[in-house]
């Protein structure tokens, strides 16, 4: 009895949740600031040899003014071909420029030191970052600037998954819908819950009035996200997520692999630093989950299991319908039934791994 009253409250909690998350994700709209403010592409990479070319190639095709933007490259030492293949695209491009960066003992944790010395030599009022294994829209630049208002110290993006066969990638879309669509509602409230660092934009005094990357050096990890909640907490700057889609950075597909698994481990190992408030909702979300799962071993509690389960099913859809709209995905919603299973699996499970730090930086 205490069990099955204990699930209906998380469960109330929850659904409530996810009716907060479906009405901003309502509210959101495009912003258009016509202001062509300075801006600093800095692409980070380390022993990207192999999807590097892609990144580059989308990037000569950025339409914003070329005197108002540069493209910083840094090869994070790298042990393949990354910097050569870096250095000949930008001896080509006036705007462009190759930088190293050498890891040692004293380097700031994953690619904090790499992009420390990117922003470092930028002359941009903005700074966009973007990753060697993405392709950029020919309008990201423009989209990007367009949301930064006076007030505005950061632009959270969208970052896709690109469309191929196969259920792994439909795994992987429909993660990453799922995780815009919660970032996209909560940075309306002004709280970014994720921000990725394959589309983000901020702006270069936010970076420096909060010391960069120095008091998050103790995390191997979430540069981007980390980086979000320091201005969240520690400024007045406002937060702003992309809804355009000239502004949508793609992302490749990944295979199912050692460094996938590695990858998704690294992702999911920030649980015991997120503050309080977001510590306190994702342990919610796992009790809710962990009590609904403990009903099936008393079979006096079937009848409360199914019937939370089914306003479970039927309430999820709606902030997945209203992202997919959003960004244009809506070829995954025939999928919802069987993500709608598999899906929590896969985020439990990597969450309680990654907590382990069992991760290892490339």
């Known amino acids: 009895m205490i069990i099955s009253i204990a699930t209906i409250l998380l469960g109330i909690g929850y659904f409530s949740l996810i009716g907060i998350i479906s009405w901003a994700l309502l509210k959101l709209h495009h912003y258009n600031s016509d202001d062509a403010l300075t801006v600093s592409i800095i692409v980070a990479s380390r022993n990207e040899e192999s999807v590097i070319i892609n990144l580059l190639d989308s990037l000569t095709k950025i339409k914003y003014p070329e005197k108002k933007y540069e493209i910083i490259l840094i090869d994070d030492d790298s042990s393949d071909n990354t910097y050569s293949i870096m250095n000949n695209y930008a001896k080509k491009l006036s705007n462009w420029k190759v930088l190293q960066h050498k890891k040692n003992e004293t380097s700031l944790r994953g690619k904090k030191g ?44 969208h970052s896709p998954v690109e469309k191929q066969k ?22 309306y409230f002004n709280k970014p819950c994720h921000s990725n660092g394959r589309n983000l934009a901020f702006r270069k005094k936010a970076f420096n009035e909060v010391g960069g990357y120095n008091k998050i050096s103790q995390v191997g990890t979430g ?12 400024t007045k700057w406002k937060f702003i997520y992309n809804i355009d889609p000239d502004s949508f950075v793609f992302t490749q597909s990944g295979t199912f692999s050692k460094e996938y698994l590695n990858q998704q481990l690294r ?20 009790l809710f989950h962990l009590f609904l799962a403990i009903l ?12 939370l389960v089914l306003i479970k099913f039927f309430i999820e859809f709606l902030p997945v319908k209203l ?22 699996i896969v985020i439990i499970v990597f969450s309680l791994l990654g907590s382990l730090q069992l991760y290892k930086w490339k």
């Open 114 to 157: 790499a992009l420390t010395l990117g922003i470092q030599n930028s002359k941009g009022d903005i700074i966009i970052t973007t990753d060697a294994d993405c392709i950029v829209p020919p309008n990201w630049v423009k989209s990007m600037v367009s949301c930064f208002k006076d007030e505005v110290g950061m632009v959270l993006g």
């Open 166 to 187: 196969g259920f792994f990638n439909i795994l992987q879309r429909f993660d990453s819908l799922c995780e815009a669509s919660a970032a996209a509602a909560s940075t």
């Open 267 to 286: 992702r999911n190992s920030k649980a015991f630093y997120l503050t309080l408030p977001f510590f306190l909702i994702a342990s919610w979300i796992f």
């Open 296 to 307: 099936l071993l008393f079979p006096s509690m079937i009848k409360i299991f199914l019937i």
């Open 223 to 234: 540069d981007d996200f980390f980086l979000s909640q320091l201005l969240r907490k520690s």
């Open 323 to 344: 992202g997919a709209n959003i960004f244009k995905q809506k070829n995954i919603l025939k999928y919802y039934p069987l993500m709608w299973f598999v899906y929590p």
